[in-house]
């Protein structure tokens, strides 16, 4: 899966998130919700 790709997050890529982790929890969230790019995730976790 590519980080810094503009696509957005679906529910296709909710096996990527299998873990019980906060990011894992969240990007599970924000894939259900189909509203933000997959880049966005990853820079707004990266801190």
Do not use: H, I
Not at 29 to 39: M, N, Q, S
Request: with cysteine.
């Amino acid at each position: 899966m590519d980080r810094s790709s503009r696509n957005r997050l679906t529910e296709r890529l909710l096996p990527q998130f299998p873990g019980e982790t906060l990011f894992d929890r969240l990007a599970r969230t924000v894939c259900r919700a189909g509203c933000l790019p997959r880049k966005e995730l990853y820079e707004a976790c990266r801190k």
